[in-house]
């Protein structure tokens, strides 16, 4: 499948996706949804994923998405944080920003938003896109400005014009410079095109696409831990 036809089918998908045993939060775009997770009283630090279907980990089992699988090694690995998944099907920047406050019940130390696919299906503009990340972001370090933030980015496909899809691109490498957070360039890196790591709609990451994509996120994920939370293992 050629790369353009896939973020096509994604961008599809991430708007539309939600299985039955999912739980959502409302936002003023989903009104009578629940939540979608508890907040989990902790003295541990908190890594928080916050995005879409991608992060929710539609159609895998909740120990093989890659939240989980990063959150199994940094137990190996001696490391004391709680790790929260907030993905939700189908959101956009502008649900997000209604969302965020909700799961700030857990204040995180590390922030990783995986937001905006489904605003270029819907061909918001730009600078709203833009506009509703910053919102987030600023919220975030309003509730810790100690915070540590990782920004991953997605893309649009040529359909949606060369122009936007260009502007689209440059969202997230701007952000991450004018509001000094880290960034994933692209998190389906490896992942996006290739039919044997997706499932059967050849759009969300299989098992093996988890882990990939779990190896990405962890590059850009490590530089940012704190080794004061890391315990010696015997």
């Not at 949606?160 to 994933?184: C, H, W």
Request: hydrophobic share 40%.
């Amino acid at each position: 499948m050629k790369f353009s036809t896939y973020i096509i089918l994604v961008f599809i998908s991430l708007a539309c996706t939600q299985t039955p045993q999912e739980k959502v939060v409302e936002t003023s775009e989903n009104p009578g949804a629940k939540a979608q997770f508890s907040v989990e009283k902790t003295d541990k630090p908190v890594i928080l994923f916050f995005g879409n279907s991608i992060t929710f980990g539609y159609g895998i089992e909740p120990e093989f998405r890659f939240s989980s699988l990063i959150e199994n090694r940094l137990d190996t690995l001696g490391y004391k944080y709680l790790v929260v998944n907030a993905g939700l099907s189908g959101e956009t920047t502008a649900s997000g920003f209604s969302r965020v406050n909700w799961v700030l019940k857990q204040i995180p130390e590390i922030f990783v938003l995986e937001l905006g696919a489904n605003d270029g299906l819907r061909g918001i503009k730009v600078d709203e896109t833009r506009k509703n990340l910053k919102l987030i972001i600023n919220r975030v370090k309003e509730a810790n400005p100690a915070v540590k933030i990782l920004l991953a980015g997605m893309e649009v496909p040529p359909s949606m014009g060369e122009d936007y899809a260009g502007a689209f691109r440059k969202i997230f490498p701007e952000i991450s410079q004018t509001e000094n957070v880290s960034l994933i360039p692209f998190i389906l890196d490896k992942v996006a095109g290739e039919s044997e790591l997706n499932i059967e709609d050849g759009i969300h990451p299989t098992e093996e696409g988890h882990q990939i994509v779990a190896e990405t996120v962890w590059t850009y994920l490590e530089p940012l831990l704190s080794h004061n939370q890391k315990i010696e293992l015997d």
